[in-house]
Nanobody
Framework: QVRLVESGGGLVQAWESLRLFCVSL????????MGWYRQAPGKEPELVAG???????NDADSVKDRFIISRDNAKSTVFLQMDSLKPEDTAVYYC?????????WGQGTQVTASS
């Protein structure tokens, strides 16, 4: 059974930073894609950033030059460094693992940037 455990969310002032962590537990294969999604109240979920098994990344335009996704394959962990947070970044952030044709999701962690 695969389980994703997230941490690192919280409440910060605008323009401050947070770092999110997501550990994949269970039988994890190296060839997989990982990413972060977010959902703000009243809005559809959106992809924030993704990273494949080779370290290639893609980011939403709204977070370019502010957020950086990275991973540690040996520890089955993905990170999201979030700098210069804006109030519009406020949302629940979900970790995603795509492996062997299936999507796995974390429980979500709240990120709030107050103005």
């Amino acid at each position: 059974q695969v389980r994703l455990v997230e941490s690192g969310g919280g409440l910060v002032q605008a323009w401050e930073s947070l770092r999110l962590f997501c550990v994949s537990l269970g039988r994890i294969f190296r060839l997989n894609g990982m990413g972060w999604y977010r959902q703000a109240p009243g809005k559809e979920p959106e992809l924030v950033a993704g990273i494949n098994e080779n370290g290639n990344t893609n980011d939403a335009d709204s977070v370019k030059d502010r957020f950086i996704i990275s991973r540690d394959n040996a520890k089955s962990t993905v990170f999201l460094q979030m700098d210069s947070l804006k109030p519009e970044d406020t949302a629940v952030y979900y970790c995603n693992l795509f492996m062997m044709g299936r999507n796995y999701w974390g429980q979500g962690t709240q990120v709030t940037a107050s103005s």
